[in-house]
T-cell receptor, first 111, second 113 residues
Framework: DAKTTQPPSMDCAEGRAANLPCNHSTISGNEYVYWYRQIHSQGPQYIIHGLKNNETNEMASLIITEDRKSSTLILPHATLRDTAVYYCIVPRPNTGNQFYFGTGTSLTVIP | DADVTQTPRNRITKTGKRIMLECSQTKGHDRMYWYRQDPGLGLRLIYYSFDVKDINKGEISDGYSVSRQAQAKFSLSLESAIPNQTALYFC????????????FGQGTRLTVV
C-alpha cells in the first residue's frame, strides 16, 4: 500500500504561492494521488488529483515528479481562507476509493 | 441542500446507550463510507459499502456496525457507546472507479459521557 509523508505544518504569506510537498515513494503505476483539505472541523473538501501528468483546476495545481515518488500541491495566491489541514492521499488498490488519511500538513496563511 | 447530509450534527449520549448516526446522499453514488476523527488526528475508516447489501470493515470497526438500507442511506451504530468513541464522525460518498473523488458530509460530533 502506498503511504504518504507530509510535513506536519507550514506557513505562507497571504498572496504568495503555497507549495505543499508530499512523498509517496512506494506508489504503483496505476495509483492516483489525491489532495483534500479540511478547514477547521468541517468535512474534507476535494481539491485535485492526478496520475502522471501535472494537473490544474480553479483551486490549485498539482505537480507530480516524473518518477511519481513525490508531488507538490500549489495554491498560487494563498488567502486567509486557505488556512486548513491538507491531506495527500493515495487510495489503496483494489479497494475502490478508500481514502486513508494521515495527519496531513497544517497550512497557516499569515496576513 | 447538501449533497451528503448527516444527522444528528451533535449528540451527547451516556455510556452503554445504543446510538445511530445517519447519512443520506443525493449524489446517486454507489459507494459510501464512515470515518471517525479524533482531535489532532486524521480521519480513520470505520466501514465502507460499495453497494446496497455490501458491507466491508475498515481500519477500526470494533464497537461499530453499519446498515446500508438503500443506495442513498448508510447508517452507523454504536451498540453500546463508550467514552473513547467520543469523536467527530464523517460520512462520505464516491462514484465507482479509481478516478473519482469522495464527497464528505459536515460531520457529527458525538460525545459519550
Amino acid at each position: 500500500d502506498a503511504k504518504t509523508t507530509q510535513p506536519p505544518s507550514m506557513d505562507c504569506a497571504e498572496g504568495r504561492a503555497a507549495n505543499l510537498p508530499c512523498n509517496h515513494s512506494t506508489i504503483s503505476g496505476n495509483e492516483y494521488v489525491y489532495w483534500y483539505r479540511q478547514i477547521h472541523s468541517q468535512g474534507p473538501q476535494y481539491i485535485i488529483h492526478g496520475l502522471k501528468n501535472n494537473e490544474t483546476n480553479e483551486m490549485a495545481s498539482l505537480i507530480i515528479t516524473e518518477d511519481r515518488k513525490s508531488s507538490t500541491l500549489i495554491l498560487p495566491h494563498a488567502t486567509l481562507r486557505d488556512t486548513a489541514v491538507y491531506y495527500c492521499i493515495v487510495p489503496r488498490p483494489n479497494t475502490g476509493n478508500q481514502f486513508y488519511f494521515g495527519t496531513g500538513t497544517s497550512l497557516t496563511v499569515i496576513p | 441542500d447538501a449533497d451528503v447530509t448527516q444527522t444528528p450534527r451533535n449528540r451527547i449520549t451516556k455510556t452503554g446507550k445504543r446510538i445511530m448516526l445517519e447519512c443520506s446522499q443525493t449524489k446517486g453514488h454507489d459507494r459510501m463510507y464512515w470515518y471517525r476523527q479524533d482531535p489532532g488526528l486524521g480521519l480513520r475508516l470505520i466501514y465502507y459499502s460499495f453497494d446496497v447489501k455490501d458491507i466491508n470493515k475498515g481500519e477500526i470497526s470494533d464497537g461499530y456496525s453499519v446498515s446500508r438500507q438503500a443506495q442513498a442511506k448508510f447508517s452507523l451504530s454504536l451498540e453500546s457507546a463508550i467514552p473513547n468513541q467520543t469523536a467527530l464522525y464523517f460520512c462520505a460518498t464516491s462514484d465507482r472507479g479509481r478516478d473519482t473523488e469522495a464527497f464528505f458530509g459536515q460531520g457529527t460530533r458525538l460525545t459519550v459521557v
